[in-house]
Every structure is written in C-alpha cells, then in structure tokens.
T-cell receptor, first 114, second 114 residues
Framework: AQSVTQLDSQVPVFEEAPVELRCNYSSSVSVYLFWYVQYPNQGLQLLLKYLSGSTLVKGINGFEAEFNKSQTSFHLRKPSVHISDTAEYFCAVRINQAGTALIFGKGTTLSVSS | DTAVSQTPKYLVTQMGNDKSIKCEQNLGHDTMYWYKQDSKKFLKIMFSYNNKELIINETVPNRFSPKSPDKAHLNLHINSLELGDSAVYFC?????????????FGPGTRLTVL
C-alpha cells in the first residue's frame, strides 16, 4: 500500500519569502507524484507532477518540486511567495497503473501575510 | 469551458433523506472518480469507473451507489443520509494513458446533513 506524509500541517510565511512544503511517501512499487492546490471553497488544481525523467519538475505559478527517490521525498518550493498563494496544498501519489486513484497527504495550509 | 462540472454546488438536507450528486466531464476522458473530503480536509477515494465499469470501490457504506450512464457522467446517489455523510464530495476524471495521466477535479459539492 502507498501512503503520503506531509510533514507540516501549517506554514506561515511573509510575502516575498521563500517557502518549502515537505512531502514524504511510502510505496513498495514505483509511483507517480503530484502536488495539488486548493484555494478556499474551490476544487483542486494541479500544480505539477512527476511521472519520469528529470527529477526537478516545474509547475504553474512559479512552483517547483524535486523528486528524491533515495529519501522518498517530493518537496514543493517557491522562491518568493505572494499573498495569493495562500491556500491548502496537497501532495499525492499514484502507482503507475492507468486509472488508479490518488492517495493524498493530509494537506499543508500555506498562509502568506504582508 | 467547464471541464468537470458538478451539481449541485451546495446540498443541505435532513437525516434519512436520499440525495444525488451529478458529475459531467467534457474532456473526453474514460475514467471518472468520486473523492470525499472530510471536515479536516482529508481527501479519500470512494469510487472509480473506467468506460462505465466500476474499477475501484473502497470501503464505503452501501448507502452510497455510483452510477455511470455513459463515459462522460458519473453520478453519486446516497440513501438514508447520516450526519457523518456531511463532507465535500469531489468528482474527477482522467485519461487512462500513463504518459499523460492527470486527474482533473470538479469544484466540489458541499453536503450538509442536519
């Protein structure tokens, strides 16, 4: 079975500061990795994903993540955050079989203040 | 252009009632999902359909019954609603192609059982 641990439930930062949201996963088989963002009272939007290839993945809104197989991590980073980045961020994994479900972490609340 | 749509967006009902949530996708995807997000924002898969066939059925009370009339629709019917069913329900869809497989989420349906 697969599992995802998001190490921080809440991350408060000031505007224009860098941020890292941590995600570790556990799986006995190869997995694909995803980060989704959920703005208040909205659905989930894909930020970025790792399927294969380069371990550094760039996504929307200036976010990037690095897949580290030895540490089973997929941390999300942004060099300079904006107030509008305030949202819930979910890390998720899926085994590399088409049509299988996402296994989500419990989410990290990113709060950006001025 | 709405990719994955759900109706209704909000649903308030009394315990014991039967209700349905509808989901439609216009992305040409062949796989659809229902996820439940609880009050702590934890997301968990409930069901998954591929080409109208049930492929994932997690441990969900049999009061919940998904129905897929065609590849573009996956509805969720809930009988005898209970207080614990209060949650946000998300529909998602994907193409069963490992090279591009990304799940796109609807805006969610917030169900409140009184």
């Amino acid at each position: 079975a697969q599992s995802v641990t998001q190490l921080d439930s809440q991350v408060p930062v000031f505007e224009e500061a860098p941020v890292e949201l941590r995600c570790n996963y556990s799986s006995s088989v190869s997995v694909y990795l995803f980060w989704y963002v959920q703005y208040p009272n909205q659905g989930l939007q894909l930020l970025l994903k790792y399927l294969s290839g380069s371990t550094l993945v760039k996504g929307i809104n200036g976010f990037e993540a690095e897949f580290n197989k030895s540490q089973t991590s997929f941390h999300l980073r942004k060099p300079s955050v904006h107030i509008s980045d305030t949202a819930e961020y979910f890390c998720a994994v899926r085994i590399n079989q088409a049509g299988t479900a996402l296994i989500f972490g419990k989410g990290t609340t990113l709060s950006v203040s001025s | 252009d709405t990719a994955v749509s759900q109706t209704p967006k909000y649903l308030v009902t009394q315990m014991g009632n039967d209700k349905s949530i509808k989901c439609e996708q216009n992305l040409g995807h062949d796989t659809m999902y229902w996820y439940k997000q609880d009050s702590k924002k934890f997301l968990k898969i409930m069901f998954s359909y591929n080409n109208k066939e049930l492929i994932i059925n997690e441990t969900v009370p049999n009061r919940f019954s998904p129905k897929s009339p065609d590849k573009a629709h996956l509805n969720l019917h809930i009988n005898s609603l209970e207080l614990g069913d209060s949650a946000v329900y998300f529909c998602a869809s994907s193409l069963a192609d490992l090279s591009t497989d990304t799940q796109y989420f609807g805006p969610g349906t917030r169900l409140t059982v009184l």
